[in-house]
């Protein structure tokens, strides 16, 4: 792998940190960039648990900037938790399933730490009939629309995968979905089997719906490649290691290893077989390949290629190659293109990055399996009669996004707040 000493360590950090007779070589080091390179992964409580068990002294600047992080998850871990066992026990109540996804959920039952990797906020899905149900519990349990930065629910419903609500000191988020992606993919997941193969189970003492590994596997994938949009072009680039890094994407792929350790006998078949129905081959093998290459997760080699990944279409794959590029010089601290900051930014208000634009153009332009998928069949009406109700969405899609956005400014405005899109949440943790 193209990487310095110390992003190497940090790899093999998420490789090693549970073997108790791994010892790491830090002969060298530059104490201040593994700091840095270690909190931008959200690593800090992974990497303090390594240097205590061999009873390792760091410099006083690196240890102080891990503990702050680890000091941080350690308080979100306690808020976010009593607030999600609050909220089980009233869906329970209210006869809401809920699935709770990554965060919290990982902690407890993956990682056995409880404050390891908590998340900003708690995620969770629930059945689309239930989403107006899960909010109104929410709202009795003081959790509301507490944060004006963001455009109306209508925008969301529409056009994403999820609503978000917070309590009035906005330290703790709910992201309520009732999708993995918004609708403008290739995806066709079926959300009602994945409640179906769902068992009853207990977090933190409150009842809530675990997902069956399959569907665990799938979702954490979904969501990494959400993040890391990248990943599917540039698999078999060389410094894909350091834009994971400067991503910021490590623990994601961490997430994906320790769950296919803790499940000797995996499901492959009935993973593949997902993949295949929900359209997320090349989501899953892309990932999948990264987790082997570089954290050798133990995949089987007839896993990977029932999953191959397609070739990346040029301009796609140049696209995401300077949102990397971009990525990783804001990583090193070298200048960073306007445009490309520009379009991130916008982010903070929409929810959606700009330059997913690339990757999701094939909506309008499907290949045949997703119209078999989508609609049992792919001949030329049934493409046209695609492209038409793609063609309106995205209209629609552009048209909200100005209607809301400028609803957003206005609102803003009125309350004498700053009306940037790139308006960043700082809570009190």
Known sequence: MPLNLEERIVFEFAHEWRDENYRPDLGGIDWPRFAKVVTHNRMAVLALLILKRNKISIPAEAKKELQEQAGKYKRSASQLGEALVTYLKSAESHN???????????CEQVYQVPHIRPGA???????????????????????????????????????????????????????????????????????????????????????FHEMSPPDLILSLAIHLVKHAYYLPSLLDFET???????DGMLMYFLD???????????????????????????????????CTRYLNAPIPEQVLLALPVASPRRFVQ??????????????????????????MASNGAFIL????????????????????????????????????RALKNS?????????FGLERFIRLKRLRLRTSLSNKLDTPL
Not at 322 to 338: G, L, Y
Not at 361 to 377: E, I, K, Q, T
Not at 395 to 403: E, M, N, R
């Open 96 to 106: 809401i399933k809920t699935i709770v996804l990554k965060g919290l959920w990982l």
């Open 121 to 207: 906020d708690i995620d969770i899905l629930v059945p689309k009939n239930k989403d107006e149900a899960c909010l109104q519990t929410l709202e009795e349990q003081g959790i509301g629309e507490f944060w004006p930065n963001l455009l109306k629910d209508e925008y969301f419903t529409r056009h994403h995968l999820h609503q978000q609500r917070s309590n009035p000191d906005l330290s703790i988020w709910f992201e309520i979905h009732w999708a993995f992606d918004h609708p403008y993919t290739l995806l066709t997941v079926d959300y009602e089997s994945i409640f179906e193969r769902a068992r009853a189970s207990s977090l933190l003492g409150a009842p």
């Open 240 to 246: 894909l290691p350091r834009i994971i890094l400067a």
């Open 256 to 290: 994906i290893l320790e769950v296919l350790k803790q499940n000797q006998n995996f499901e492959w078949d009935l993973t593949i077989q997902l993949a295949r129905e929900w359209g997320a081959v090349d989501i899953l093998g892309s990932v999948l390949q990264t």
């Open 318 to 343: 140049k696209g995401m190659a300077a949102t990397a590029d971009q990525k990783m010089a804001e990583f090193d601290n070298r200048p960073v293109n306007r445009f490309w900051h520009m379009l």
């Open 353 to 388: 990055r700009p330059i997913r634009i690339l990757e999701t153009s094939a909506y309008l332009f499907p290949p045949a399996d997703f119209l078999l998928r989508r609609y049992a069949g792919s001949n030329l009406l049934t493409s046209v009669a695609h492209f038409l």
């Open 395 to 403: 209209i629609l899609f552009g048209w909200d996004t100005l209607t």
